[in-house]
């Protein structure tokens, strides 16, 4: 049980710095921008800018391409649109603050919930067990006994 507690921590904070370090990277290809913003028109169902079609999300594609000509990183783009459209543009929370526990609670929930069925099912399979074993010679011979009486009477019967 101590082990399985340990492996699992252990995978938690090695996917914790792999997501770090995904987000840390920095890319200034369009596709790559405009695919952690979302559409803001209000009528598309929160997009991906980089596959909604309509007319919102072309003038907000053209101003990712606008800022990327004019040399600015990735980070520093996605803050500009932060800034213009609040924390509703991003297709993801960030993984900072707050917004980290967006991404920690769902993993810690089911991980809990996974040892809390597997120690619940040991119990009882452990529960059963004593039980089988626990069985009284006596209870067993007075069940034959009265077994015996009633296939008696009810071949009287």
């Known amino acids: 049980m101590n082990k399985i507690i340990k492996t699992t921590a252990l995978s938690m904070l090695l996917c914790l710095n792999l997501s770090v370090v995904a987000i840390g ?3 200034l290809t369009l596709k790559d921008i405009t695919s ?3 559409c803001q028109c209000g009528t598309c ?3 991906v800018l ?3 079609s309509c007319g919102t999300a072309e003038r907000m594609r053209n101003e990712a391409d606008a800022l990327i000509t004019e040399g600015m990183d990735s980070d520093a783009i996605i803050l500009s649109f932060i800034e213009t459209y609040g924390e509703r543009v991003l297709a993801a929370p960030r993984a900072e603050g707050f917004y980290l526990s967006a991404w920690l ?3 810690f929930a089911v991980l809990t919930f996974g040892i809390l069925i597997l120690v619940v099912l040991k119990r009882w399979r452990d529960d059963t067990l004593t039980a089988e074993m626990q069985k009284s010679p006596i209870a067993e011979k007075e069940s034959s006994k009265y077994s015996q009486q009633l296939d008696d009477e009810l071949d009287s019967f």
Do not use: A
Request: aromatic residues 6%.
């Open 105 to 107: 609670v769902p993993i």
């Open 50 to 52: 980089y596959s909604c």
């Open 45 to 47: 169902p929160n997009l």
């Open 36 to 38: 952690k913003l979302t």
């Open 25 to 27: 990277q920095t890319d």
